[in-house]
């Protein structure tokens, strides 16, 4: 080999090799970010109807699970009913923080009180971003005779001496159970004017029971 053939092998060496050394084969790997850690609520059911329960008697619980879906601490701060006169009642109230993947139980009670429908919101307030209060729909309905009198009241007015003048009452229940008339009394001051005719011909012995809707009268006379 002649000399000059040597000089371009050597000069062609040096330049492949210093362009290799200088090369990078894996470029820089950039640090991910880190994950978000936030609560997430769940509230089931979010509506309840208790239905029809006997008013004065009978009392229903329900159970409202509040769960922590997410991966932060769930802080439930508040929970309240909305009507402060309503039949229902918070009983178990889980205020606090509920970790990730756990759940609560809150207990509302419902007792009516007569023949009525009730309705309430209870709102349950906490740190979820998305959902700071979730509201729970509650309803409700008392079973229950209702008396009504008619008249209530009643003047007689001016009776001539020797006269007498007849009053009928009505009693009738505008509820929905049947009203039992245990007992039936009069008061009247001295000299006692003021009797009652006799009603069992008609509606029978005590105690007498009136069906929702109907009605029964009684007689009272005045003599003077």
Do not use: R
Request: charge should be negative.
């Amino acid at each position: 080999m002649s000399t000059w053939n040597k000089i371009i092998f050597s000069t062609l060496f040096f330049i492949i090799s210093g362009c290799t050394s200088d090369y990078k084969i894996s470029p820089d790997i950039e640090e991910s970010e880190p994950g978000i850690t936030a609560p997430e609520i769940e509230v089931d059911p979010t509506h309840h109807s208790y239905g029809a329960l006997s008013a004065g008697s009978e009392t229903q619980d329900v159970i409202i699970n509040i769960g922590n879906i997410g991966n932060g601490e769930l802080n439930i701060s508040d929970i309240y009913l909305h009507s402060s006169t309503s039949n229902f009642t918070i009983t178990a109230s889980p205020v606090g923080i509920v970790d990730s993947l756990n759940s609560v139980e809150l207990i509302v009670s419902y007792s009516p009180g007569t023949y009525e429908n009730n309705y309430e919101t209870i709102s349950i307030v906490s740190n979820d971003e998305d959902e700071p209060i979730v509201n729970v729909s509650l309803d409700g309905s008392g079973d229950a005779p209702v008396i009504i009198i008619t008249p209530d009241y009643h003047d007689f007015g001016k009776v001539y001496l020797g006269c007498d003048d007849t009053l009928s009452i009505e009693v009738g229940n505008i509820g929905n159970s049947n009203l039992i008339i245990s007992d039936i009394e009069f008061f009247a001051s001295v000299p006692v004017d003021f009797s009652m005719q006799n009603y069992e011909s008609s509606w029978g012995i005590l105690p007498i029971t009136i069906a929702p809707g109907d009605v029964i009268d009684f007689s009272m006379d005045y003599i003077v």
